[in-house]
């Protein structure tokens, strides 16, 4: 898992509540499991006209222009903002991995499902609760401005916008620990691999048989 430091990315506004991660990754595009390949599917039914099926070549599907993703000022955002709930529904981990796989890096509300909250860190993306006022004027100045970047320090857990300001989030030190330093539960269990090892060694010579080969 990619670490987290410091990262200054564009802001793609999403002005709606209540996204569930069916409207983050449909369904029919839940048959993977290699956490890669579902960005061009992210927000499927906002961005296209059509309905989009698994392994479906999406460079040629029309797109829906008004979208906030399919707006030629917001390509390349990685940092995405939205109202409250954001993330309800089903438990889905592919709706951070839709999203990390896009490129977005943080996403930002009022308020966040918490299964969803919990795959967030899990999976390497910065799930970050500002006030409802923080947002607003995060959605009023990004709509206004174009090329509106905003700066987040998880070490210092501050979001600093162009003219700024600064919003200070929580984050629990553990999750915050993991991301600084790239750690999925994969990464946190290797961190112990001497110790592994030595007891593996330990149960071979205890218990050989169980280790023999098998015919």
Not at 59 to 73: E, G, I, M
Not at 114 to 137: H, M, R, S
Not at 142 to 171: C, H, R
Not at 202 to 210: E, I, S, T, V
Request: hydrophobic content about 40%; proline content about 5%; glycine content about 6%.
């Amino acid at each position: 898992m990619r670490p987290f430091t410091v990262h200054t990315g564009l802001v793609a506004p999403l002005d709606l509540a209540n996204v569930d991660t069916d409207m983050i990754i449909p369904k029919q595009f839940l048959k993977s499991i290699k956490r890669t390949g579902f960005g061009k599917n992210l927000f499927d039914e906002l961005r296209y006209e059509d309905e989009g099926q698994p392994d479906q070549d999406c460079s040629t599907r029309p797109l829906k222009k008004d979208f906030v993703l399919n707006q030629a000022r917001y390509q390349g955002a990685s940092v995405l903002i939205a109202r409250k709930n954001f993330g309800c529904g089903s438990s889905r981990e592919h709706a951070p991995w839709a999203l990390d796989d896009y490129g977005f890096r943080v996403v930002i509300a009022p308020s966040f499902a918490d299964i969803f909250f919990n795959n967030c860190f899990k999976n390497g993306l910065l799930p970050i609760v500002l006030t409802e006022a923080q947002v607003e004027q995060v959605f009023t100045e990004s709509e206004s401005t174009e090329g509106y970047a905003l700066s987040i320090n998880l070490a210092d857990q501050k979001v600093t916008t162009p003219s700024g300001d600064e919003f200070s989030f929580d984050v629990d030190a553990f999750r915050k620990h993991c991301l600084l330093h790239g750690l999925d539960d994969i990464g946190l269990t290797l961190q112990h691999a001497d110790a592994i090892r030595t007891y593996e060694d330990a149960r071979k010579q205890k218990a050989p048989w169980l280790f023999a080969d098998k015919k």
